[in-house]
T-cell receptor, first 114, second 116 residues
Framework: AQSVTQLGSHVSVSEGALVLLRCNYS??????LFWYVQYPNQGLQLLLKYTTGATLVKGINGFEAEFKKSETSFHLTKPSAHMSDAAEYFCAVSVDNYGQNFVFGPGTRLSVLP | GAVVSQHPSRVICKSGTSVKIECRSLDFQATTMFWYRQFPKQSLMLMAT?????????EQGVEKDKFLINHASLTLSTLTVTSAHPEDSSFYIC????????????FGPGTRLLVL
């Protein structure tokens, strides 16, 4: 069975600073990895996903993530935080490439300080 | 593209009544739809998976007689919370997947249920 951990339930950064949200996974088979963002009282919006191919994945809103198999990690980064980035971020893993069987991490709340 | 809607966005009901939540894929056909529950400041917990025309598959610990799921068409799934109690108050989120290779899940905006 697969699982996801996200180090840091709450991360605070200053506006303009680097954003780094950590995600580690465990999976017995090659994983498919996703990052979603959730704004208050809203559903989840896909930021980016890794399926196969290039390990550095670029997503929307300037975010990117790198799949590192040796570290079983899929950390999310953004060079410069904006106030609008404040939200809850969820990492998810799946063992199929058909949009099924997602397991979500516990989430990380990102605060952006002026 | 890939828009999923939920209705209602917020509902308040009395204990003992039933509440129906609709989930629609607006611009694609959803082979599979998923229902999640999210408690405050927590992650999403999968409740059930439904395929069009089939009975839903419920996760362990989820009462299928309490949370009735119907996936009557490729664009509509409904979750009915029967005889709702205050402990059923939560944020319910649906997602839909076209099911093809390389696809993902597209999430609805969620429904906030408050049972008094």
């Amino acid at each position: 069975a697969q699982s996801v951990t996200q180090l840091g339930s709450h991360v605070s950064v200053s506006e303009g600073a680097l954003v780094l949200l950590r995600c580690n996974y465990s999976s017995s088979v090659p994983p498919y990895l996703f990052w979603y963002v959730q704004y208050p009282n809203q559903g989840l919006q896909l930021l980016l996903k890794y399926t196969t191919g290039a390990t550095l994945v670029k997503g929307i809103n300037g975010f990117e993530a790198e799949f590192k198999k040796s570290e079983t990690s899929f950390h999310l980064t953004k060079p410069s935080a904006h106030m609008s980035d404040a939200a809850e971020y969820f990492c998810a893993v799946s063992v199929d490439n058909y949009g099924q069987n997602f397991v979500f991490g516990p989430g990380t709340r990102l605060s952006v300080l002026p | 593209g890939a828009v999923v809607s939920q209705h209602p966005s917020r509902v308040i009901c009395k204990s003992g009544t039933s509440v129906k939540i609709e989930c629609r894929s607006l611009d694609f056909q959803a082979t599979t739809m998923f229902w999640y529950r999210q408690f405050p400041k927590q992650s999403l917990m999968l409740m059930a998976t439904s395929n069009e025309g089939s009975k839903a598959t419920y996760e362990q610990g989820v009462e299928k007689d309490k949370f009735l799921i119907n996936h009557a068409s490729l664009t509509l799934s409904t979750l009915t919370v029967t005889s709702a109690h205050p402990e059923d108050s939560s944020f319910y989120i649906c997602s839909a997947s076209p099911g093809g290779l390389g696809e993902t899940q597209y999430f609805g905006p969620g429904t906030r249920l408050l049972v008094l």
